[in-house]
């Protein structure tokens, strides 16, 4: 088990609001509630999420909308939480960069590092991607283009703010060789120490070209990027309320696409420092997923639709590919294809047909009524089975959520032979009444267990199968009590034979 002391902070980045969500700003997201889930199961926990709103590219979607920025933003807020809502996310807080919350405490760390001697005036003369919001050296442009989206650059020169990013490079490296685990997968970490090895540049923090954002005294907003990366102080009170900052910072898992790894392992540690703030335990940034080989995004024309997806599949299923398709970290791709063979396969063959099985089986032999085995449950499945709880929680909280999933499959995989070896149907034929009793009530106990272990990934269906076992209140998510042993499902439950959970998907109709 993880440590308990401290309570779990864990962020998603927050979504650039320059046009609607697309899957992969659900994936990022889903992964961050699987997490928070499964943290609450022993300890406080809390799960912030939200929109990056400032910039010029949200600037010139407004300008191009025919709307000023902040109407931009608020007609495009509510689908982002309907995004979340509509995949069963349950966050503790959805920071927007336009709140006044937000807004002071970002013009309050300006001020502190222009005291602190950590900002600077200079000129900023360079190569810019509007759509990445992002500076380039010419050595890194590819054919001239942006090297992350293919778009041109634009050349700007202009009287800029400078953080001295260059004076954080020492104990930026010192940081990374005393932590190796901090910046996740590897090859991002090698990725950042390269960049490291080669010497940082200061970093120009203003914009005087435009004026969607924090405004700085004396002309110009501050760069949408130190803007953005603030929130996940800002939102726990950092510089207002002590006591709430210290008990949540620093965060121990910050999720964050590959793409802005360098902002989030780099940029921001540098910036925390500066503030006299410690960086957080571990940066994970993780891989994408593809369609064709190519990155899955609105700026490349082959983003897809969430809200369509979780209507044709089911948001559950969806949450249970985008974690079981790949190890957690490297690319993936998509397909609609892939998707229902994992549903059929996964969800309605192995669970829900095991689900079926077993309800049909106690309503015909026992009226729907759990049975009480009366010592004669299977010790051998108790066994092997009583470690699952706790290697499944410390899989999901060390990100392997693939074999987290396999380790509660294998006791699926366990119920559906315990059925074909057992036999009820012969148990009952011979009126060997204890051992049916036994057979059926290892079948139920492990459905409950299962419903416990799967909350965290599938919220609704593992409801219903809770409900279907006819087990009263919601889902128990202390799982130190509800997992203790097995053989904690009440006997005389009246279990409830309902429609199948997961309705499989014919791949004919995919066309």
């Given amino acids: ?113 222009q005291m602190s001697g950590d900002v600077y005036l200079g000129k900023y003369e360079g190569w810019y991607c509007v759509n990445d919001e992002t500076f380039w050296l010419e050595s890194k442009l590819v054919d001239g283009r942006c090297p992350t989206c293919g778009r041109e650059v634009q050349w700007i020169s202009e009287d800029d703010w400078f953080f001295r990013l260059s004076a954080y490079r020492d104990r930026l490296r010192e940081h990374f060789l005393a932590h190796p685990q901090w910046v996740q997968p590897r ?118 639709d969430p809200f369509a997806l979780a209507q044709r599949f089911g948001a559950d299923s969806l949450r249970y590919f985008l974690l079981r398709e790949a190890p957690f970290g490297s690319d993936f791709s998509y ?51 009583a470690p699952l709880p706790m290697v499944v929680r410390d899989r999901i909280l060390d990100l392997r959520f693939r074999e987290a999933l396999e380790g509660v499959w294998e006791l699926v995989t366990a119920l559906n032979r315990a059925i074909d070896e057992r036999k009820p149907w012969t148990l009952h034929k011979e009126g060997r009444t204890g051992e049916l009793n036994a057979v059926l009530y290892d079948l139920c106990e492990g459905l409950r267990w299962i419903a416990i272990l799967l909350h965290p990934f599938m919220p609704e269906r593992m409801s219903e199968m809770w409900q279907q076992l006819g087990i009263p209140g919601e889902i128990d998510e202390d799982w130190s009590s509800s997992l203790r042993a097995w053989g904690g499902l009440l006997p005389i439950g009246q279990t409830a034979l309902a429609a199948p959970l997961f309705p499989r998907v014919e791949l004919p109709t995919l066309a």
């Fill in 1 to 113: 088990m993880k440590p308990m002391e401290r309570p779990y902070y864990v962020t998603t980045p927050i979504y650039y609001i320059s046009g609607s969500p697309h899957i992969g700003h659900a994936y990022t997201t889903i992964v961050a509630d699987v997490l928070a889930r499964t943290a609450r199961t022993f300890r406080p926990t809390f799960f912030l999420t939200g929109t990056d709103e400032h910039g010029q590219k949200v600037a010139n979607a407004a300008a191009a909308a025919g709307k000023t920025p902040q109407e931009w933003c608020d007609e495009l807020v509510p689908r982002w939480k309907e995004l979340f809502a509509a995949y069963h996310v349950r966050y503790d807080d959805f920071i927007r960069t336009t709140e006044p919350r937000h807004v002071e405490k970002v013009r309050r760390v300006f001020e502190r590092l």
């Fill in 187 to 304: 090859s991002v970490y090698n990725e950042m120490m390269s960049i490291l090895n080669e010497g940082l540049d200061d970093l120009s923090i203003s914009r005087t070209s435009f004026d969607w954002g924090v405004p700085i005294d004396g002309g110009g907003v501050i760069y949408v990027w130190l803007d953005a990366l603030l929130n996940y102080i800002t939102a726990i009170g950092w510089s207002e309320d002590d006591a709430r900052f210290k008990t949540w910072w620093p965060a121990q898992t910050q999720l964050v696409g590959k793409e802005i790894a360098r902002f989030h392992t780099i940029i921001w540690p540098a910036i925390l420092w500066a503030l006299g703030e410690s960086a957080p335990d571990l940066v994970f940034a993780h891989g994408w997923i593809t369609v064709d080989g190519q990155k899955m995004g609105k700026s490349v024309g082959n983003a897809v």
């Fill in 335 to 385: 397909s609609e294809e892939k998707i229902a063979q994992r549903h059929n396969s996964d969800l309605a063959n192995d669970l829900g047909n095991l689900l079926q099985r077993t309800l049909s089986m106690l309503q015909r032999y026992r009226d729907g009524i759990v049975p009480d085995p009366a010592g004669g449950s299977d010790a051998e499945l108790a066994r092997r089975f």
